[in-house]
């Protein structure tokens, strides 16, 4: 019996594969790292072919492990990083050997010619893309036509991190409506690419793959990959998502109105709802949703993860990092005195802009090595309260957040959530699983398995509750209301400095 959802979850980090049982157990799983180089400033790139050696090694590590299980695999289901540009040509063959992942900003230039086309507001609200506009794809197409004209004059599909590996598995290359809602020209109201976009663009839709839903049968693995794999022969393969969108529904984030906060190197507040969440002023950035006709909306901040690994390489290296958060977040005290803007790498719209750097206020002799760490603790929850409010603005407050992610370890600091939020915070059983569980769930919904997405809930079994502290709720809005005069007194002091960073003189 076909049973069993194998599940890829492409990260930016590595790749894990993972076998589900319909009553949403992970039976096993296995992970293959590959690496980001960064050849130049804002140049964040990874060889296409060390993504297919991850799928390729952690297929084979997870059947190893599980060699019962492979007679039982029922489909393939992938989460893939967002936002890929994977140049093909005539013969579907990667023209350049690296290629640029999200985070690449190589394609500012192309992105401010574009607008001087077309207008930046209404692209924004068409396609509900908040990122900074140089990460998404046609920017980084444009990049390619202008930096290297002969190779790009073969590129006939601009594909995704996802779409790429699936192309390796069936030789059928397409996409799905979660992830080419990424790409910089997809209309979030009429479900397709827009043309006029396209046009100011300079590109052609036949750039890119056809848009399928995420649960529809792509094709089957290949024989020769199955044979190098460990695969049985004809495993059908579903279009899978984006991987925003599959920890959205690995997060149980099915229905309209669901919440989720995802905290790992950078944090999101999530918000599901029938229509995009869009803001000109604040920037959510919006993907379509892997289940049809909902989208996923958020509010981000970019350095939460990665700000604590700054601040205990800064005071406490090689400190194991839940000690050094522990110790922080179960102490009595709140203010300490000190606020700290974790902008350190850059903020996203409501903290500033790209521009934005961190900022630690209020610096005493007095303050320990451990102070500095809850203040950072505290910097971080306040960045995302401010994520959630702005969110909540624009729809409504939610009666509890679901938290995932390597972030979401530490009870304590899940108890200052709850407190800044004001609202219960809860962690259930799927944790750092959510986006493979998600592309599980469109394994199991496509083949029939499950009735519906919204059984992906049978997975979540409660494991705390943090119940907001009424008492701690002043002390934290008193924080927000520094943090934001620190964040646009910053904002100010930069229009004040020169290029080098020093104060522009006086004219």
Known sequence: MRDLALSLDLGTGGC???????????????????????????WNVQRVADWW????SSIRALLADRPDAAPRIAGIGISGHSLGAVALDGRQQPIFADTPIWSDTRATAQADGFFDRFDETTWYQRTGNGFAPALYPIFKAAWYAEHEPED????RVLAGSKDYVNLRLTGQLCTDHSYASGSGAYDLLTGDLDDEILDAARLDRSLFPPIHASTDLIGEVLPDIAQDVGLPPGIPVFAGGVDNSCMALGSRCAVDGTTYMSLGSSSWMNFIGKTPVLSVQTRPYVFAHVV????????????SGTTMTWIRDL???????SDLIAAATSRDDIGLGLIFLPMLAGGTPVEGGSAARGLIYGLELAHT???LVRAAINGVTLALRRSFIGMAELTSKPQEVLISGGGSQDAGWNQIYADALGVDVVKTSVDQQAAALGAAAIVFVGTGLWRDFSEVGIAHAEVQRY???SDRAEHYDHMAEWFDGLVEAATDLRGQLGPSGVPTPAA
């Open 467 to 469: 119940h907001p502290r």
């Open 315 to 321: 005071v406490a290296p090689g400190a194991h990092m």
């Open 152 to 155: 790009w004059k073969r590129a």
């Open 16 to 42: 894990k594969a993972s076998l589900w049982a319909p009553d949403g157990t992970q039976l096993a799983a296995a992970v293959v790292d590959y690496e980001t180089s960064h050849p130049q400033p804002g």
């Open 53 to 56: 050696d991850a799928v390729r």
């Open 369 to 371: 090595p451990n102070d």
């Open 292 to 303: 049809p006709e909902l989208f996923v909306s958020a509010l981000s901040t970019f350095s």
